[in-house]
């Protein structure tokens, strides 16, 4: 299994169109290089798909995303969100989402979106089930409050059950130790439930790999960093038959 990791893409409103399709081209010229021979079976953004949770902004990442996923022959129902504090509707806390709600809807044309890839094994035939979950650790941040991030109360029901016969990939924006409600957290990745994590929001110089209880957790790098030093990039994560993880950076 190969997912094309993208994080914190930020596309804004206050960009002129003529430079973001500058940037985006690029990008497609660097995934094209660097995945040549690789073929990518699901995308995953792990938030900040916008600067200020505006419906053109939410546009514009939909339209380049489908873009990056006909050069990678990748269907949009194989592509996977999970919200970040960029993406809020206020400025303050307690935002609705409601923005970003609508544009799932629109991406996929309907309101209703199975997370489930089937994978067949080249070598054994064996098919196997991949479960992508997304959760808001974003209901208590904002642009005005980055970093409050909590798992939310009702996470571990919608986890209990989906790692029944599959492999959990779990989407979420904030990086593992900036959760308030640690305990939360450390339920979720030691109880099995959860194979791999997904983050974005620190905007490391490097993608961050390491292990937390059961699962494995992932930092990538941001598509469009907050400060001009940092180096920008997109990880190709290969889940391998003994569930080992192995990560291609591409530098963009």
Same mark, same amino acid.
């Given at each position: 299994?190969?997912?094309?990791?993208?994080?914190?893409?930020?596309?804004?409103?206050?960009?002129?169109?003529?430079?973001?399709?500058?940037?985006?081209?690029?990008?497609?010229?660097?995934?094209?290089?660097?995945?040549?021979?690789?073929?990518?079976?699901?995308?995953?953004?792990?938030?900040?798909?916008?600067?200020?949770?505006?419906?053109?902004?939410?546009?514009?990442?939909?339209?380049?995303?489908?873009?990056?996923?006909?050069?990678?022959?990748?269907?949009?129902?194989?592509?996977?969100?999970?919200?970040?504090?960029?993406?809020?509707?206020?400025?303050?806390?307690?935002?609705?989402?409601?923005?970003?709600?609508?544009?799932?809807?629109?991406?996929?044309?309907?309101?209703?979106?199975?997370?489930?890839?089937?994978?067949?094994?080249?070598?054994?035939?064996?098919?196997?089930?991949?479960?992508?979950?997304?959760?808001?650790?974003?209901?208590?941040?904002?642009?005005?409050?980055?970093?409050?991030?909590? &798992? *939310?109360?009702?996470?571990? !029901?919608?986890?209990?059950?989906?790692? /029944? =016969?599959?492999?959990?990939?779990?989407?979420?924006?904030?990086?593992?130790?900036?959760?308030?409600?640690?305990?939360?957290?450390?339920?979720?990745?030691?109880?099995?439930?959860?194979?791999?994590?997904?983050?974005?929001?620190?905007?490391?110089?490097?993608?961050?790999?390491?292990?937390?209880?059961?699962?494995?957790?992932?930092?990538?790098?941001?598509?469009?960093?907050?400060?001009?030093? &940092? *180096?920008?990039?997109?990880? !190709?994560?290969?889940?391998?038959?003994? /569930? =080992?993880?192995?990560?291609?950076?591409?530098?963009?």
């Amino acid at each position: 299994m190969n997912i094309l990791h993208m994080t914190d893409l930020h596309f804004s409103r206050d960009t002129a169109e003529n430079e973001i399709r500058e940037k985006w081209n690029h990008i497609e010229e660097r995934l094209k290089e660097a995945l040549r021979d690789k073929k990518v079976d699901t995308i995953a953004v792990t938030g900040d798909i916008t600067c200020h949770g505006d419906l053109c902004e939410f546009r514009q990442a939909k339209r380049f995303l489908l873009e990056i996923a006909g050069l990678l022959s990748v269907k949009r129902e194989k592509i996977f969100f999970c919200p970040g504090n960029h993406d809020a509707d206020t400025d303050g806390k307690g935002s609705s989402f409601y923005h970003y709600q609508s544009f799932l809807n629109e991406f996929y044309g309907k309101s209703d979106y199975d997370y489930l890839v089937k994978k067949k094994d080249k070598k054994t035939g064996e098919k196997r089930k991949y479960r992508f979950a997304s959760i808001n650790t974003c209901t208590e941040t904002s642009l005005q409050f980055f970093d409050e991030a909590v &798992i *939310p109360d009702k996470a571990f !029901l919608q986890l209990d059950g989906l790692g /029944d =016969n599959n492999y959990v990939v779990l989407l979420m924006h904030h990086q593992p130790e900036v959760i308030k409600n640690q305990d939360c957290f450390m339920r979720i990745v030691n109880s099995g439930m959860v194979k791999l994590i997904l983050s974005g929001h620190l905007h490391s110089t490097q993608t961050r790999m390491y292990r937390a209880g059961e699962a494995v957790i992932v930092n990538g790098m941001a598509v469009t960093p907050h400060l001009p030093w &940092i *180096p920008a990039g997109i990880q !190709l994560i290969h889940i391998k038959r003994n /569930d =080992n993880i192995k990560i291609m950076e591409i530098k963009i």
